[in-house]
């Protein structure tokens, strides 16, 4: 927001210099970001006048002058501008005068005549972006002035830094009724009176409210036998000044009273709004609109249009039509004034990508009860300016109005707060100067109701805010918060979480950390049907690249999209492992369900190689022996393993799942060849996933703790017959079920199949170890217990001694 020095004291009175003024408004909250002094530096270039003007000698299109600067002294001035007679008083830039652009003016020789200076046109001096000559000036003017502070354009701009809450400050007024408010001055508003000599207004202009949503407001006058044309100097000069470009002086009204009052207008050419109607509704999908840029927008139902009886004339909120602009030749004028829904307008800026002066204020929030008065305002001064008529008064359609905002303040928690001792009649006092209603209750709190124009005070802690600004950020002493300092000890769950990534490292395994979205293909990559619920994945709204557009449901991709990296890299010796969280979208809910996953890759060497021979290559019971090592750190029970329904993206055979009871673990495995394609692996790769979650529930398991015996003990060795496909896990789940008491320790230590064994049948070998904690075991006491072991693995498992 960029405002002037002499434009604020229009409406307040003060006698701060501008870099204290500077200062105060920081300290309110609007920091200056800038500052910019207009004529500043520019003494030197003074008001002259043109005592003599005669063809140069050695140059045809270039002019002698003498030049009378106040001082007595005549001045030699070559000059090449043709709009200019003698007599004519002009800005004449004295040798070493710096003009805009670091342009210094020397004593210079021109075509073998000397130039003591250099008359000025509008755009040496930085007035206007273009200009046709010098600069002519009244001749009323004092000679030897500087131009700047003759045409009074000495003038200094902020530029301020607006927080977007502080919609009330993207104004003049706004701006000088905080720097009132601070300093306990009144501020000084335009007095409008209407001209109201025309004829009614509802016989010119009919407004019809179809979206009362996204415009509970609407208000428009009439102006009749208006002359467009060029806008005044003081105009010119004061939009200019802030960095808006002059059109002519019925838009350039519009555009002074939106900065002035932060309420944006609009005015149509009257002839070219078809019927005199105005209907302010939502656009059809696929409209298609010419705004004034002359660019065609296609629309959607979301945004909202301002229509004539025909077609669209405005995009509302954002920018007019090119179908009825003004134009030299427009006399009557339609001047629409409105409240448009923020959310509307900023949807429709975005997607367009059209931000304006316009779109940015209602995007924040005008004045609700301030868009009559700034329609009264622009139009009895387009009607001084154009020498128009104005219809006799208004259209005002509200079909939704909106009641004052009151909140409930208590001083006493204001105090507490801010650790400041105001008392209530301070608080009230500054709450006035804000022009807030102050009602004081029985109770000691106030009944605070908020004017229309500050639409970001909502709650008792906005009230608070500005009570601290007011009387000052810096009075707000410096004091250390009470705190108790409290030693917590981690949950269950984070330090298993530690164990677990301490157990990893310590087998050698490296930690990473990958971005926790990627792209829908590596539901595919991973091999995963249809019905899969890891589909299942939630989409971003504003994904960075399509890679990276849905949350992971598995943490698998990042592993290997690392791995490939890696290996591309010849990096072949992987352990990789992470333990992140994923996400998975439930039925109903608004947000996804987060637990914590812990996944990890193998591959390459189990050891690294040395000169006298080659390292063996990882294989499934390396990645198998780091999940058994978090199952035992976690004292998880009863673990069963297998080899049945393998997950699409591991090697069928080389695979298997870990339960307890009917609760899934994890898997482990080789990744299948298909998918290690899909992310360009030459290697065999080995992982492993473990549900977190699960582990934490069924970590904690009691395990009795016994003394080693003092006995012998009496090893026996079974080799049996089974059948090929049932798992080995069976024998040793039918000899457990025994509960043998003697049978300290059962082991498999050879597994065979092939000649001399049925093509049908495998071939078991157990070590089983018996002993007793209370007296040597007898021979025909370890057979009998070693019988019943047979015994149930003929009878449940259909085995044969070998």
């Not at 021109?110 to 600069?135: T, V």
């Not at 005044?232 to 009052?261: H, K, Y």
């Not at 005015?267 to 302010?280: E, L, P």
Request: proline letters at 6%; glycine letters at 8%.
């Amino acid at each position: 927001m960029k405002v002037t020095y002499n434009w604020l004291k229009e409406f307040v009175d003060f006698d701060l210099a501008p870099v204290e003024l500077a200062d105060l408004l920081t300290m309110l909250g609007l920091e200056v970001e800038g500052m910019e002094h207009l004529g500043g530096g520019l003494d030197e270039v003074v008001v002259a006048r043109v005592i003599e003007k005669a063809q140069h000698p050695n140059a045809d299109k270039l002019s002698l002058c003498k030049i009378d600067a106040g001082d007595g002294e005549l001045l030699s001035v070559v000059c090449g501008a043709q709009n200019f007679s003698q007599g004519a008083t002009v800005a004449l830039a004295r040798i070493g005068a710096v003009l805009p652009g670091e342009f210094k003016i020397k004593r210079s020789k021109i075509r073998g005549e000397e130039s003591f200076g250099m008359l000025c046109s509008e755009k040496e001096l930085g007035l206007a972006e273009e200009s046709d000559g010098i600069m002519l000036l009244s001749d009323e003017l004092s000679l030897g002035q500087p131009v700047f502070e003759a045409l009074k354009l000495k003038d200094t701009v902020f530029e301020i830094g607006l927080t977007p809450n502080r919609a009330d400050c993207l104004s003049v007024i706004g701006i000088a009724r905080e720097i009132a408010a601070k300093l306990g001055r009144k501020v000084k508003y335009p007095v409008v009176t209407p001209p109201e000599d025309g004829e009614p207004v509802h016989s010119k202009i009919k407004v019809t409210i179809q979206d009362s949503t996204g415009c509970p407001r609407y208000a428009a006058r009439y102006l009749t036998g208006c002359t467009i044309g060029p806008s005044p100097a003081w105009l010119v000069n004061r939009l200019q000044a802030v960095g808006v470009r002059s059109i002519n002086n019925a838009v350039d009204v519009t555009n002074l009273v939106m900065l002035e009052m932060g309420q944006p207008l609009h005015a149509f050419d009257h002839a070219r709004v078809g019927g005199g109607q105005i209907v302010v509704r939502r656009a059809e999908e696929g409209e298609v609109f010419v705004t004034l840029d002359n660019q065609e927008r296609k629309l959607t139902a979301d945004d909202l249009v301002i229509c004539d009886r025909d077609k669209p004339v405005a995009l509302a909120g954002v920018m007019g039509g090119l179908n009825s602009e003004i134009s030299n030749s427009t006399t009557d004028i339609l001047l629409e004034s409105a409240f448009f829904s923020p959310p509307v307008i900023r949807k429709t800026a975005k997607r367009l990508g059209l931000h304006t002066e316009s779109s940015h204020r209602f995007e924040r929030g005008v004045d609700f009860e301030g868009v009559p008065r700034a329609l009264d305002r622009a139009a009895v001064l387009i009607a001084h300016l154009t020498g128009g008529r104005m219809a006799n008064g208004q259209v005002d359609a509200c079909p939704a109005p909106r009641k004052p905002v009151t909140i409930t303040f208590r001083p006493e928690r204001a105090n507490e707060l801010l650790g400041l001792n105001l008392s209530s009649d301070r608080m009230a006092d500054l709450f006035r100067s804000l022009e807030f209603n102050v009602i004081p209750t029985a109770n000691g709190s106030f009944q605070v109701c908020v004017p229309s124009f500050r639409v970001d005070i909502e709650r008792e802690i906005d009230l608070i805010e500005e009570i601290c600004r007011l009387n000052g950020f810096d009075q707000v002493p410096a004091t250390l918060p009470v705190a108790q300092v409290v030693s917590e000890r981690p949950s269950p769950h984070q330090t298993l979480q530690r164990q677990v990534r301490d157990c990893l490292v310590a087998a050698g395994m490296n930690e990473i950390v990958t971005f926790s979205f990627i792209g829908p293909e590596a539901a595919d990559r991973l091999l995963l049907p249809a019905d899969d619920p890891r589909r299942n994945s939630l989409a971003l709204c504003n994904p960075l690249a399509q890679e990276q557009s849905v949350m992971r449901t598995t943490l698998l991709p990042g592993l290997l999209e690392t791995a490939a990296r890696n290996l591309n890299f010849r990096n072949l010796d992987l352990r990789l492992f992470e333990l992140r969280r994923i996400y998975l979208p439930e039925a109903g809910a608004e947000m996804p369900r987060e637990p914590l996953c812990c996944a990890g890759l193998l591959s390459g060497a189990r050891d690294e190689a040395r000169w006298c021979h080659d390292a063996q290559a990882v294989d499934f019971f390396d990645a198998k022996g780091i999940v058994e090592s978090i199952l035992g750190l976690a004292r998880i029970n009863g673990v069963r393993w297998s080899a049945e329904q393998p997950e699409p993206f591991h090697h069928p055979g080389k695979s298997a799942r870990f339960c307890v009871g009917d609760v899934q673990l994890g898997t482990v495995g080789e990744i299948h060849p298909v998918t290690l394609q899909h992310y360009g692996i030459d290697y065999p790769v080995y992982g492993f996933e473990i549900n977190f979650e699960a582990l934490v529930r069924l970590a904690g398991g009691q395990r009795a703790i016994l003394p080693p015996s003092r006995y012998p003990d009496s090893v026996r060795d079974l080799a049996l017959l089974m059948e090929r496909e049932r798992p080995v896990a069976d024998l040793l789940d039918c000899v457990q079920a025994l509960r043998i008491k003697e049978l300290e320790e059962v082991g498999i230590f050879d597994l065979y199949q092939g000649e001399r064994i049925p093509a049908e049948s495998k071939s078991v070998a157990l070590r089983l170890r018996y002993r007793s904690s209370e007296r040597t075991l007898t021979d025909d006491e370890v057979q009998k217990l070693h019988q019943k072991v047979i015994d149930a693995a003929t009878r449940n498992l259909g085995a044969t001694i070998r």
